[in-house]
């Protein structure tokens, strides 16, 4: 029984990259073919974001024969059309997880996130991936109650865990950074950045494919038989693989119901500015750094490679995008930067990403052969190619960082399928509302 739209096709052209910044400005134009027929492979992978692209790219390299499955094209999905920004830790706060996992277990979580960084690079460097990455990302503090709490976690980040690249910014630093009255504080991580997401995929893919992964492009699947040997269907055709390794974050849909219990499918936009000279740049984001601030409904943003400013703001719980994005992603852009009013507005697009209810990854074992990975709760750029090298390791028999992820243990979000959403929809309407009234 069908309880949603079909969100492949709800809000896009299938077959067809999102009309964004990104889509636009792409170093290529991928042509993969459409699977027909049946085929055998070791490990299917079904998924052209960074989880499958990832978990393609090493497989293949350790020697597998490895097909992956796209429903429309690779970085289609939130792989290419994010905010593009990484950095150490994970979506949630160090303390926060040493009070739910204990602290052996938030270390190794931590630690997981340095190699998820760690991994980045590698790749970039590898595979002379143009990305447009750019050191520097600054957490932007809305509530001046805040900053104490701020100043605590960087000594707790230095203290406990030795990582001290994060720089705290004052009151007046953080305006030196960042041309805005909304903020009373900040933290400079020297450790984050930011890239061109969608190239960064088109890379992956690039790389995948040059190790021996075929990869298929408008072709989805609609069924997957478990077994000894799992058979996935498409209507083009079948595959059948010792193994199988899903990785469709907020696209999942109903293709596996454990999954879709524990994930929640949620739409987040980005609006991108007409070009602007060096000094303007320079003026309103100092340095090129990346700025995300303290809001429950983010506002994060950057310089482009060639200067506009691409300035996230704003979700939608329901399945339907707004029908003006630029509209509704000006409103929240023009809070943080007023002086903004007359710029002109050049790309609008949003995407669907998947948020768990800890906002930790989800990350299972459904059957001995089929692992699934997902619900990044958007800090997926790193930790999601992370988790197709950890969902490789796990396929070749090491599965220890696998392990690390799934002994989070994260419960099914309340409702099930059928409910879950109206339950969503009160809650964030509620923390939406604290982060309006400053409470």
Not at 100 to 116: I, M, P, T, V
Not at 312 to 330: A, H, L, M, N, Q
Request: charged share 20%; net charge negative.
């Amino acid at each position: 029984m069908t309880f949603s739209p079909d969100l492949l096709t709800a809000n896009d052209v299938p077959g067809q990259h999102a009309a964004s910044f990104y889509s636009a400005t792409a170093d290529t134009k991928t042509n993969y073919p459409q699977l027909a027929g049946d085929v055998s492979c070791d490990v299917c992978v079904v998924g052209g974001g960074y989880t499958g692209l990832s978990t393609a790219l090493h497989l293949a390299e350790r020697g597998y024969d490895v097909v992956l499955l796209e429903a429309n094209r690779v970085g289609w999905g939130a792989s290419g059309r994010n905010g593009g920004q990484v950095s150490p830790g994970q979506r949630v706060g160090q303390t926060t997880l040493e009070k739910r996992h204990g602290a052996a277990h938030a270390k190794e979580l931590w630690d997981l996130s340095l190699q998820s960084m760690e991994l980045l690079h590698s790749l970039i460097k590898t595979h002379h991936i143009k990305c447009d990455f750019t050191p520097g990302l600054i957490e932007a503090v809305h509530r001046k109650d805040w900053v104490d709490e701020l100043k605590e976690d960087l000594d707790h980040y230095r203290d406990t865990y030795g990582y001290d690249q994060i720089e705290f910014l004052n009151g007046t630093k953080i305006r030196d950074y960042v041309d805005s009255p909304a903020y009373f504080a900040g933290a400079l991580n020297h450790g984050g950045g930011h890239l061109h997401p969608l190239n960064f995929a088109l890379g992956l893919a690039s790389a995948a494919e040059a190790a021996g992964a075929k990869l298929f492009e408008t072709s989805r699947v609609t069924r997957i038989d478990p077994g000894d040997t799992v058979r996935v269907h498409l209507e083009t055709g079948a595959v059948r693989a010792k193994h199988v390794v899903l990785g469709c974050n907020g696209y999942l849909g109903e293709l596996d119901p454990t999954t879709a219990r524990h994930i929640m499918p949620i739409n987040n936009y980005i609006i991108a500015t007409e070009p602007f000279s060096e000094s303007e740049a320079e003026k309103l984001i100092a340095k090129g750094r990346a700025v995300a601030d303290t809001k429950f409904v983010i506002n994060y943003f950057r310089m482009s490679a060639d200067r506009r400013l691409l300035f996230g703001g704003g979700e939608t719980y329901k399945y339907d995008f707004p029908t003006d994005i630029k509209s509704f992603v000006r409103k929240p852009m023009l809070e943080i930067f007023p002086q903004l009013k007359d710029v002109k507005i050049e790309y609008g697009w949003g995407g669907t990403l998947a948020i768990t209810t800890k906002r930790m990854p989800y990350f299972a074992r459904l059957t001995p052969n089929i692992l699934s990975a997902s619900g990044y709760s958007g800090h997926g750029v790193a930790m999601a190619t992370l988790a197709g090298q950890i969902c490789a390791e796990a396929v070749d028999g090491t599965a220890s960082r696998f392990d690390v992820f799934e002994q989070i243990n994260l419960p099914a979000f309340p409702g099930g399928v059928r409910f879950r959403y109206p339950l969503l929809v009160l809650a964030m309407t509620w923390f939406a509302m604290r982060d309006r009234l400053g409470i």
